[in-house]
C-alpha cells in the first residue's frame, strides 16, 4: 500500500513539473531518469513529439558506469557533447520528479560544463 502511495505522489510531481517545462526544437526539453540500475537521459521536442537524442548506461560505452554521482557526471558530460555535437545552444531540463540534489545535481552541472544553457 505505501508503495503504491509513493509511486503516486512521484506521478503527481511529475505532472506538476511537466506542465511548466516545455521543450521546442530550438530550446528542448532534458529528461533525465534514474533507476536502482541505469540512468537514461533524452533530449525531446515536444511540439513534435519526437526523442532528438538519448543516452543510457544501457548502451556500450557506458555499460560500467553506475547510477550514483560519478556515473552522473560522465553520462552527462558525454549526454552535453552530443547535444552540442548536434548544434544546439540551450535546453530545458526536466528532473522527472526528482530533488535537485546529488545525481540530478550533478547530471545538470556536467551538462553545464559542457556549454549548455539552460
Known amino acids: 500500500m505505501k508503495l503504491s502511495k509513493k509511486k503516486e505522489l512521484v506521478q503527481k510531481r511529475r505532472w506538476r513539473i511537466r506542465k511548466k517545462v516545455v521543450g521546442t526544437a530550438e530550446r528542448p526539453r532534458v529528461a533525465v531518469r534514474f533507476t536502482n540500475k541505469n540512468i537514461h537521459a533524452q533530449c525531446i521536442d515536444d ?4 526523442t532528438l537524442l538519448s543516452l543510457a ?5 557506458f555499460k560500467k558506469l553506475l547510477p550514483n554521482v560519478d556515473g552522473s557526471k ?4 558525454a549526454f552535453g557533447e552530443k547535444i552540442k555535437a548536434s ?3 540551450s535546453i ?3 528532473r522527472s520528479g526528482r530533488k535537485y540534489h546529488g545525481c540530478v545535481k550533478a547530471f545538470a552541472d556536467s551538462l553545464r560544463e559542457q556549454g549548455l544553457k539552460f
Do not use: P, R
Open 74 to 77: 560522465n553520462l552527462g558530460s
Open 87 to 89: 548544434g544546439l545552444e
Open 47 to 50: 511540439s513534435k513529439g519526437h
Open 57 to 61: 548506461t544501457t548502451h556500450a560505452d
Open 92 to 94: 530545458v531540463f526536466d
